[in-house]
Each structure stands twice: as structure tokens, then as C-alpha cells.
């Protein structure tokens, strides 16, 4: 039976429905837990979060259920007891990640470990569990530092990634699409096929016109659509902000080569940051007030929207071996 891991345990892939591949539930930098300016309580972050998730999961209802897939890091807060409560109180299935935002989120023990080392955590992580919970993580995550180019560090943990990924069938998704070159020849030299790989943020604001994201697809990579809600013309225009039509006809030009089945739409959002402000006006749900409308209005048929938000992440989520 194929089958994904939740963090209240592996699903059939069928029960899945439409899935927001690149979320957070919270996100903070590692160390945000020290700030008393902005961190929330438990009861601040239950509220601002489970009205996001029970309209998240009505919307879904539609496609037979929804997913969430969070993809906080080790060190940034991922707190997978808090995501199985969630979870089972909103119906919302939730997919929790091993792996690092980006080596520059690696608190020092990690940054410090080898590839062998992280290689062992990450199996753990999906096959034992997360700390003492017992859940599995679902997929791996990895990230180009700040800076632009791959760290030594980045690269020892997309080489450990790849060897759980091979280990455990769980795919990789990727902080960033750039300096993608040498992403590639890692996973190539450890013999990871490249759809296991979802390179993510092909469409932000402030990386886009440097992502080779049809090279990447012509190596046979997923392609992440993943920052559609940060929008110019928000009142106070996040990081990574681009014109609405902008980064639509961007993902509408990039399926309309015919690589709709490479490719997986998410909203990048936080149900409630930790230790930052966050990003106003914008959540999972911009995939359906906003994006799905935008679609069809762009004469995208349904099927096609199944392909991106049912078909494909099913396809990407299921464990491989
Ligand atoms: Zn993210």
C-alpha cells in the first residue's frame, strides 16, 4: 500500500485530498524562543491557528480531505506534539519534516556534525520518530543559506538528505531553487533520481530571475510554486513580494510548456510565527481565496488543478523505495 507519513501516523496517499506542500504552522529563527517580545503562549498560538486550519480543512472538503505540510525545520521551532493536536482537532492531515531550513538555521551541534551523522538523524527522524513523540517525518528538508551560493554546510546536508531520501523513500523539498547546479550533482552523485526533489521558491520576488527553473525541470526536478499570497500590493509588501499577474503568468507560462505534472503550488504561509510579526494578510487559505480563482479564471480546468494540488503531491509524498 502506498502511503505517507502524518504526524498521527502514515495515511493511504488517496486520503491525502489537496495539499499546501510548502507551509508552517510557526516558524522562528533558532533562538526566537528567548525573545519575550514576540513569542506567543500556548493559548495565543491555538487560537491564531485553529481557525486557519478548520477553514483550511472545510475548503479542502471538496478534494476528499486536505494536507499540511509543514516544512519547519530542525531549530525553527517545529514542535510536533502542538501539530498532532492540531491535527486531530481540525482533520487537517499534517506531514512534519526532518532537516534544516538552511545550514544557516543549523544551531552549532549540527552545524558541527558530519554528513554521516546528519544522515543518521534524518533516517531517525522518519523512521523512529521526532524527539520523544513517536511521529514520523514525512518528508526532508534542506536550503541554500543566505548569501546566494551553497555552504559547505548546505551541501553536507543536501548529501545527507539524499542518503536518508535513498534509505527511507521520503522525498526532499528545497529552501530555494538557486545555485541549483550544484544541488544536482550532489543528489546525481549519490544516485538520487531528481523527482524525489521538490526545488522550492522558484517564483519569489527577490530569486526569480536568477532560478534556472526550466533547467532544473529538464533534469527531471519538481518545481515549487511556492510563494503565491506575498504580493506588491500588500499594504506593508512582505520579503519576497512580486506583482500578482507577475508571478501568476510566470507559473501559467511554466505549465503551459507542458510541464504541469513536474510542478506543486503552495503559499509559503505561517499560522502563527514565532518570534517575529509574521507577514500580514496572508495564509494557507490565500490557495483558495485567492490562487484557485485566479487559476480558473485563467482558464485552467479542474483536472488541471488536481494535477497541481492532489495528483502530483500525492505522487511526490508517497514513500518510494
Ligand atoms: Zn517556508
Known amino acids: 500500500m502506498s502511503r505517507v507519513n502524518t504526524v498521527l501516523g502514515p495515511i493511504p ?16 529563527m533558532p533562538g526566537s524562543e528567548l525573545d519575550t517580545k514576540w513569542w506567543r503562549s ?9 481557525p486557519k486550519l478548520r477553514a483550511f480543512h472545510e475548503h479542502a472538503e471538496a478534494y476528499g480531505g486536505g494536507t499540511f505540510v509543514d516544512v519547519t525545520g530542525i531549530c525553527n521551532g517545529r514542535d510536533v506534539d502542538y501539530y498532532r493536536s492540531l491535527s486531530a482537532k481540525t482533520g487537517v492531515h499534517i506531514v512534519a519534516c526532518t532537516g534544516f531550513v538552511g545550514g544557516d538555521t543549523a544551531l552549532p551541534h549540527f552545524a558541527a556534525a558530519d554528513v554521516d551523522y546528519l544522515t543518521r ?7 523512529v520518530g521526532i524527539g520523544g513523540t513517536g511521529a514520523l517525518a514525512g518528508v526532508i528538508k534542506v536550503g541554500v543559506s543566505r548569501g546566494g551560493r551553497m555552504t559547505e554546510l548546505d551541501k553536507r546536508i543536501y548529501r545527507a538528505a ?10 526532499i523539498l528545497t529552501h530555494l531553487a538557486i545555485d541549483a547546479e550544484n544541488a544536482v550533482a550532489i543528489f ?5 533520481p531528481l523527482h524525489r526533489v521538490l526545488f522550492g521558491h522558484v517564483d519569489d520576488g527577490v530569486n526569480a530571475e536568477k532560478t534556472r527553473d ?3 525541470a529538464e533534469q527531471g526536478g519538481r518545481i515549487g510554486f511556492d510563494t503565491f499570497g506575498y504580493e506588491t500590493e500588500l499594504p506593508d509588501p512582505p520579503f519576497w513580494a512580486r506583482p500578482r499577474r507577475e508571478r501568476l503568468e510566470h507559473f501559467l507560462r511554466f505549465i503551459g510548456d507542458g510541464r504541469i505534472t513536474q510542478v506543486l503550488a503552495s503559499a509559503d504561509a505561517n499560522c502563527s510565527p514565532l518570534g517575529w510579526p509574521g507577514v500580514k494578510g496572508h495564509t494557507v487559505n490565500y490557495i483558495f481565496d485567492d490562487l484557485l480563482p485566479d487559476l480558473r479564471g485563467a482558464g485552467l480546468s479542474e483536472a488541471a488543478i488536481r494535477t497541481v494540488f492532489v495528483e502530483n503531491p500525492a505522487d511526490f509524498l508517497t514513500i518510494q523505495k
Open 188 to 192: 546525481r552523485e549519490e544516485g538520487l
Open 214 to 216: 526550466v533547467w532544473i
Open 13 to 28: 496517499t488517496e486520503e491525502l485530498g489537496l495539499v499546501a506542500v510548502h507551509e508552517h504552522i510557526g516558524y522562528g
Open 121 to 127: 538523524q534524518f533516517v531517525h527522524e522518519i523512521t
Open 162 to 171: 539524499a542518503r536518508a531520501s535513498l534509505a527511507t523513500g521520503v522525498p
Open 42 to 50: 500556548p493559548e495565543q498560538r491555538y487560537e491564531e491557528t485553529v
